[in-house]
């Protein structure tokens, strides 16, 4: 019910009355006329009633007294209870003024008459009146489409008479970046567990239930938390009753399992098309913000981690204001210290915001900017650099913009040495640089090496440049000396405050990455800060490795110096620093052969990409050429921060090489913790060849020769012909009607058997591949039970083959083994674990009644 849900929020917008909805409302809004009325005040609820517009202007129950009422209207209550209607008359009868009254509506009967002595109440009335047949009154019905209360609505439970009492489903793009559309439900599908599929759908069900009574309402809600849920109420209007009170009656109440969905759908209710709090300027409206403001700061305040990054990303950026700024400071801090990505929780996202929220409580531009720069982390490093080596991929280059924007309107960015009160301009750090970059066959080429000193926090620039002066050498040459003319180079060293000044010639750099949206395409030069000159050098090269595809990596992996490259890059300093470096993707996906692809996940730990490092000695190898290959794949995950799928499967087919010799690689070690290391390589490369499942399920199969292997020729065929396959096929393989059936679902790394072909596997053969190379998974031994199969086979790239026999399982034991499974994979789901656990785990429950090997050359 996600488009029912929709009328909900468009109807409880804050600025919700739209033409087009006055024009689709059935009813309109009326006011008893009594003795308490007045016109354009704010009426008793029981004055308060609806009438049907196509009645009204029908005057079908409703007689039109616009021709009949002037100013005044006197009222007189009888004793039964009922009112009489009447307007009065001067007359003169004998040189004398008569008052005269006449009830309304005028019949034929009616006439003028004296009510001497009579009490009457005078009412002003300069609105528009009916009298209605069906209450036998007067009412005031608006010419306007609605009475205008600033802090109140007209609530009729019919005007939502399609929006009935239950659960709906809210469909927004939650703090993960998914939606519930098919497209991201199947997306989710892919890349989540089932505990959480569940849980998001958990999260977006909203309970709703509606007062059948109508009167006003208070515009904005009362928010409160029972348990572990979420309440908004809509409650009535009561004179001299604050909107909030616990004595108001509610007439609409949402009830919400997750606090994010509530903020989400104050999102788009009250804060919808607000940039400020500009309209919250009545008591009510005050309020109200008081309590969203106390809502946020116990859920900012008495949580932890996840929750409050969680919470940041529901919050308006112009509410930021409102939060301390130094409690922000130190969340983005926290949040920089471990790996930030979209992977799950889109931290990335929410490190955006944070710095936008940081920036909206700034007092100033430059303020701003000096609190990024000069503000250290818990390593010592400036704030603004951690940014930048953080955050990646289209989120890199948005706050790459957005804080050079700040910077072009703060003090910092004055090029004239006399004006700029904050940077020194000197010749050790000028404006105008021969700074010069291009991309040629898809690589980026630059004459400068730039380097963020951490101790100084400054901006090390040395710019070589040519001269124009050519001499002349001498070159030996196979066939004797040569004679060459090479121009003179100049070196350059700079070193520049972060927030410094630059200016670039654009001729000089026609591919430069990061362009200022806002520059005019006829400038000559780009001013820029400098640290966005070190971010450009940091992404650029990289980022056009990335576009130019597997063509380019393949190209790039063949020059030379590739080992000096990776001694000495980015890789190397995060390891040599004993950091983990972890490379992951949640939604990058590619066309691969008709199906979608999903990257997994890779970590390399200090020790293994240190070991790795080592082995660059044998680059005149073949497998010291793979180990360089490898580590440069390494290099530009550490540099891009985005697993590609092309980048996932250059460092899966690389691992099998390596894999694939690993007894050269365990020769290589002098002693034994050089032999240790070597372990830890061998077992890091088997994890990636599991399809970034991380456990290794072929340290349980016991090893013997190919040559006891009796399966069938027709299987044997099989596995030789898809050993080297990039997907996964399969074989099904029934040894008493020696009838077999093909199966593939064009992934690298699963397959997805339909039903009809599960109701064939019974007491079959089942083989298929394994591209990676890896032993039997937790989904190989899932299919080997719901098929209760004889036998479940792999064959991988190396020509050996897994095999697990069924010896003592019987159909019901197989059909208890699968609960115990989705238990245990359920668990682990919610609490988190190591993946071998979760294999050890799933194994022992059939070890005893299988066999398990592995068949090898």
């Given at each position: 019910m996600m488009s029912d849900f929709k009328q909900i929020i468009n109807y409880l917008k804050f600025f919700r009355r739209s033409d087009e909805a006055a024009l689709n409302n059935k009813y309109k809004e009326a006011i008893i006329v009594d003795e308490s009325y007045k016109h354009n005040g704010i009426p008793h609820e029981d004055n308060f009633i609806f009438v049907e517009k196509k009645a009204v202007e029908n005057q079908n129950g409703y007689i039109y007294l616009g021709h009949e009422i002037e100013d005044t209207l006197y009222l007189q209550r009888q004793p039964n209870g009922i009112i009489e209607y009447y307007i009065k008359k001067d007359f003169q009868i004998n040189n004398e003024t008569i008052a005269k009254y006449k009830r309304i509506p005028f019949y034929f009967t009616d006439i003028w008459e004296e009510k001497e002595g009579e009490t009457f109440t005078a009412i002003e009335t300069p609105g528009n009146y009916y009298y209605s047949q069906a209450i036998d009154k007067i009412i005031e019905i608006s010419l306007d489409d609605v009475f205008v209360f600033p802090d109140y609505f007209v609530y009729h439970p019919n005007n939502i008479q399609d929006i009935t009492n239950g659960d709906y489903r809210f469909n927004y793009k939650d703090e993960e970046g998914y939606t519930s559309d098919n497209s991201d439900l199947a997306l989710r599908a892919l890349l989540s567990t089932s505990y959480n599929l569940v849980s998001s759908?958990?999260?977006?069900?909203?309970?709703?239930?509606?007062?059948?009574?109508?009167?006003?309402?208070?515009?904005?809600?009362?928010?409160s938390q029972r348990g572990a849920k979420y309440y908004l109420e809509y409650t009535y209007y009561q004179k001299g009753v604050s909107y909030n009170s616990f004595i108001t009656e509610t007439a609409i109440r949402l009830e919400f399992n997750y606090f994010g969905a509530l903020l989400e759908f104050l999102n788009q209710t009250v804060f919808y098309g607000l940039d400020g709090l500009d309209a919250f300027n009545s008591n009510a409206k005050k309020l109200f913000l008081e309590d969203y403001t106390?809502?946020?700061?116990?859920?900012?305040?008495?949580?932890?981690?996840?929750?409050?990054?969680?919470?940041?990303?529901?919050?308006?950026?112009?509410?930021?204001?409102?939060?301390?700024?130094?409690?922000?400071?130190?969340?983005?801090?926290?949040?920089?210290?471990?790996?930030?990505?979209n992977i799950g929780l889109n931290i990335e996202d929410i490190v955006l915001r944070i710095l936008e929220g940081i920036y909206e409580s700034s007092k100033s531009d430059t303020i701003f900017l000096q609190e990024i720069v000069n503000k250290r982390t818990k390593s010592k490093k400036s704030l603004l650099h951690e940014l930048i080596h953080s955050?990646?991929?289209?989120?890199?280059?948005?706050?790459?913009?957005?804080?050079?924007?700040?910077?072009?309107?703060?003090?910092?960015?004055?090029?004239d040495p006399e004006k700029n009160k904050f940077i020194d301009i000197t010749d050790k750090n000028p404006v105008l640089i021969d700074y010069r970059s291009n991309k040629k066959l898809g690589f980026h080429t630059d004459n400068a090496a730039i380097e963020w000193k951490l101790n100084s926090n400054s901006i090390a620039l040395r710019v070589v440049s040519g001269t124009g002066i050519y001499k002349k050498i001498t070159v030996r040459t196979a066939d004797g000396n040569d004679t060459r003319f090479v121009e003179e180079k100049i070196t350059h060293d700079y070193d520049y405050h972060p927030l410094s000044p630059l200016a670039i010639i654009e001729a000089d750099n026609p591919t430069f990455i990061l362009k200022d949206e806002e520059q005019q395409e006829d400038s000559k030069f780009t001013i820029l800060p400098a640290f966005v000159l070190y971010a450009n050098n940091e992404s650029a090269f990289w980022e056009n490795i990335m576009t130019g595809g597997e063509y380019a990596i393949d190209v790039l992996t063949t020059l030379s110096g590739v080992g000096n490259i990776l001694k000495v890059g980015r890789l190397a300093k995060i390891l040599k620093a004993g950091h983990s470096l972890i490379g992951k993707t949640k939604a990058v996906t590619t066309a691969y052969q008709g199906a979608k692809v999903v990257a997994g996940v890779v970590e390399v730990t200090a020790g293994v990409g240190n070991a790795l490092l080592k082995l660059l000695d044998l680059n005149d190898t073949e497998l010291g050429r793979e180990i360089a290959r490898y580590l440069f794949y390494l290099e530009m995950l550490s540099l891009s921060g985005e697993l590609s799928v092309v980048l996932y499967s250059k460092l899966q087919n690389t691992a099998r090489k390596i894999v694939a010799?690993?007894?050269?690689l365990v020769k290589t070690a002098k002693n034994a913790d050089e032999a240790k290391q070597i372990d830890e390589v061998i077992e890091h490369l088997y994890k990636l060849n599991d399809h970034g499942t991380a456990y290794n399920s072929s340290k349980y199969a016991t090893k013997v020769s190919k040559l006891k292997d009796k399966a069938s020729r027709q299987i044997k065929d099989f596995e030789i012909i898809h050993s080297n396959s990039s997907l996964e096929n399969a074989l099904i393989y029934n040894p008493e009607t020696k009838l077999a059936d093909f199966w593939t679902s064009n992934l690298p790394d699963k397959i997805n058997f339909p039903q009809k072909l599960i109701m064939k596997m019974r007491k079959a053969v089942v083989t298929h591949n394994h591209p990676g190379g890896s032993g039997l998974s937790i989904s190989d031994i899932e299919t080997f039970l719901q098929g209760n199969l004889h036998e479940i086979r792999a064959v991988t790239p190396d020509g050996s083959v897994f095999s697990i026999k069924n010896k003592s399982l019987n159909s019901k034991e197989m059909r208890s083994i699968l609960i115990y499974i989705d238990d245990i994979k359920l668990d682990y789901a919610k609490k988190?674990?190591?993946?071998?656990?979760?294999?050890?785990?799933?194994?022992?429950?059939?070890?005893?009644?299988?066999?398990?090997?592995?068949?090898?050359?």
């Open positions: 759908e958990t999260k977006r069900t909203v309970g709703f239930h509606k007062n059948d009574k109508a009167g006003f309402v208070f515009l904005l809600p009362k928010i106390i809502f946020l700061e116990n859920l900012l305040h008495f949580s932890s981690g996840t929750k409050i990054l969680e919470t940041l990303y529901f919050v308006p950026i112009f509410f930021f204001k409102k939060i301390d700024p130094n409690f922000l400071l130190y969340v983005l801090e926290k949040t920089l210290e471990n790996s930030v990505t955050v990646d991929g289209d989120n890199f280059k948005k706050m790459l913009q957005f804080l050079w924007n700040i910077w072009k309107n703060s003090d910092f960015s004055t090029i010799k690993k007894e050269l988190g674990g190591s993946r071998q656990d979760e294999f050890d785990e799933i194994y022992n429950l059939i070890k005893d009644k299988i066999e398990y090997l592995h068949y090898i050359n």
